[in-house]
């Protein structure tokens, strides 16, 4: 047990970068599990956090945890200390990164159906998922030309960075990659491919997807531990093989290759990324719309943005955070 503890917090030093660097930690964690009581471990993980005035949010449900927090660097050691003298979590997928203002204005652990949604019940990765790989394996296999790479993403998240080669599904939200999938599988043997190779943001929806392709009869199928997030963190920009920035899940929108805060903004509309020079498209209204969705806003909806809009900037005025601010929206 102490040398799980020690190991994370060692993680957490690496992550870190500089000596003695202020602000705070962020950690996307997740773990499948078997957690029939998860109903019952959610008001146990809420005052965890809050003791350690963290913010973000915690998915719980059967098939395990998933969450992206952020916190103090004694705050997030506490966490991890707990998680550690839990059987069932001791060795999470962890990745670090920092900023200098917290990513979050609450927090929340919220119990769900499933930790991501897919939406194939019968897929259980916490007892059958596909081949783990470390980010030099990895690029083994994107060299490699008898390996589909796949990138298990939202095309929201595909358009401002991808792996050289990987192929893009296309889909908006993880419920459309099974349909996609079986499309795959369904192809004669002469053009389906015999190996895969799948990655996402923190390796929790390409590890269930790896769970999916394998139900789908696909034998050798392989998936990046930890994610790009954990690629970028272990990987040399010399050596790296990823091209663009990484889509994340909280405030910060997007981070770059030496996981700082990266270049690009948000519609809180559509929630498209967009670069600086999206921000000067006529389309652009802070808050309101961008180029991606202007045309098939209806009336209501903008309406209702602008109304938004103002009560996030009467609030700044006041000194305030508003809670429509927040961009979370968990992978």
Same mark, same amino acid.
């Given at each position: ?127 059958? %998922?596909?081949?783990?790989? @470390?980010?030099?394996? $990895?690029?083994?296999? *994107? +060299? =490699?030309? &008898? ?23 296309? %889909?908006?939200?993880?419920? @459309?990659?099974?349909? $996609?999938?079986?499309? *795959? +599988? =369904?192809? &004669? ?143």
């Amino acid at each position: 047990m102490t040398d799980h503890i020690a190991k994370m917090k060692q993680m957490l030093v690496k992550a870190r970068r500089a000596p003695n660097e202020d602000g705070f930690v962020v950690a996307a964690l997740y773990k499948f599990a078997d957690l029939p009581d998860y109903k019952e471990l959610q008001p146990v993980i809420q005052q965890l956090c809050d003791d350690a005035e963290a913010l973000g949010t915690i998915l719980l449900a059967k098939e395990g945890i998933n969450g992206t927090i952020c916190a103090p660097e004694r705050g997030m050691s506490s966490i991890l200390e707990w998680l550690a003298h839990e059987p069932r979590f001791e060795t999470p997928s962890l990745k670090f990164s920092f900023t200098t203002e917290p990513a979050f204005l609450r927090m929340k652990v919220r119990l769900k159906s499933e930790i991501v949604t897919m939406g194939v019940p019968q897929i259980n990765p916490a007892q059958q %998922t596909g081949t783990y790989v @470390d980010a030099d394996e $990895w690029n083994k296999l *994107l +060299a =490699d030309p &008898d390996v589909m790479v796949v990138d298990t993403r939202n095309t929201y998240e595909t358009a401002i960075g991808m792996f050289e080669g990987a192929v893009d599904p296309k %889909t908006t939200n993880f419920r @459309d990659f099974p349909s $996609w999938a079986q499309a *795959l +599988a =369904d192809q &004669d043997d002469k053009t389906k491919p015999k190996k895969l190779a799948m990655y996402c943001t923190g390796g929790i929806r390409c590890e269930k997807a790896s769970a999916l392709m394998q139900d789908l009869g696909f034998e050798e199928v392989y998936h990046l531990k930890g994610g790009i997030l954990k690629y970028l963190e272990d990987m040399p920009d010399d050596a790296s093989k990823w091209t663009g920035e990484c889509f994340v899940f909280d405030g910060r929108v997007a981070v770059d290759h030496d996981l700082k805060p990266g270049s690009y903004g948000m519609c809180h509309a559509c929630r498209m990324p967009l670069s600086q020079s999206d921000m000067t498209h006529p389309d652009y209204e802070d808050g309101i719309s961008c180029h991606h969705c202007k045309s098939a806003q209806d009336p209501a909806r903008t309406k209702r943005f602008a109304e938004r809009q103002k009560q996030i900037k009467l609030a700044r005025e006041r000194g305030e955070e508003h809670l429509g601010v927040s961009y979370y929206k968990h992978e």
